[in-house]
């Protein structure tokens, strides 16, 4: 699997939520936490902190858990105080059923082991705790216009990426009950022409997909898109993301 170097990433991932927040998976997440009443929360893969920030002002435990030094300082220059660890989410350091709920979000296709992800959640997860899983899956949605542009990118996710169908597998065969698939959020935009090149997302180092793309690779998929565009200036360059949330209990 192509291993994303979020050194690179890190100064500008969070420009991704100047072009949406997504703000119905926040309320997902704390409505599952406010709904089952968990008092201590993980998410493996925290990256910057986006999601446990706006858990901050919670009474639970939160702990954040991610392999990037450089996104976990990012995290910290403006909440100074998170519970923070730099850690592997396949080998996770807190002792067995000590966490009520483990989340992460689009992060699972960076772990380099996911059956063993899963298996670790379920040493870590207490009795009648969960494990949620929010992410995209391009095995079923792929509209999405990087992948038209840029050589091997879509093929690639389709190997970093589990399928919904693999994550339900994975989860039931660690004997997790009660799994639950819905949609969470849904992103739907359409740029036109010049505009595609204001996207945040088309940047090189602003999301895995093109910066584990070689600097040839990536100039070959800016090339076509300008040759699109010359060819035909209205030229709608279109994203639709869905987001699912994969939830399933420990019995």
């Known amino acids: 699997m192509i291993k994303t170097n979020y050194s690179k990433i890190?100064?500008?991932?969070n420009s991704r939520y100047t072009t949406n927040y997504l703000v119905n998976i926040e309320n997902e997440i704390k409505n599952l936490i406010s709904f089952n009443n968990y008092k201590t929360?993980?998410?493996?893969?925290?990256?910057?902190?986006?999601?446990?920030?706006?858990?901050?002002?919670?009474?639970?435990?939160?702990?954040g858990l991610d392999y990037s030094l450089e996104m976990l300082k990012i995290s910290k220059?403006?909440?100074?105080?998170?519970?923070?660890l730099n850690a592997n989410a396949i080998c996770v350091p807190f002792k067995s059923k000590c966490v009520d709920l483990i989340f992460c979000v689009n992060a699972i296709h960076h772990f380099s082991n996911k059956e063993k992800f899963v298996n670790e959640c379920r040493r870590v997860i207490s009795d009648n705790g969960m494990l949620a899983v929010f992410g995209v899956d391009?095995?079923?949605?792929?509209?999405?216009?990087?992948?038209?542009?840029?050589?091997s990118v879509y093929e690639n996710d389709l190997k970093r990426f589990p399928s919904l169908k693999l994550l339900?597998?994975?989860?039931?065969?660690?004997?997790?009950?009660?799994?639950q698939i819905k949609v969470v959020e849904e992103i739907n935009n359409d740029i036109v022409g010049n505009d595609v090149f204001n996207?945040?997302?088309?940047?090189?180092?602003h999301c895995s997909q093109l910066a584990n793309l070689s600097e040839e690779e990536?100039?070959?998929g800016i090339a076509k898109i300008k040759n699109q565009i010359k060819q035909n200036p209205q030229t709608i360059f279109k994203t639709s993301v869905i987001f699912y949330l994969t939830t399933a209990k420990k019995k």
């Open 10 to 13: 890190a100064a500008t991932y």
């Open 41 to 63: 929360v993980l998410e493996a893969g925290c990256g910057t902190g986006r999601w446990i920030k706006s858990l901050y002002n919670y009474p639970q435990n939160v702990f």
């Open 77 to 84: 220059t403006d909440e100074p105080n998170l519970n923070i």
């Open 138 to 151: 391009p095995h079923i949605d792929k509209h999405w216009y990087v992948y038209d542009y840029f050589d």
């Open 168 to 179: 339900k597998q994975l989860f039931e065969a660690e004997k997790f009950t009660n799994v």
């Open 199 to 205: 996207d945040p997302f088309l940047q090189k180092n």
């Open 218 to 220: 990536y100039e070959r």
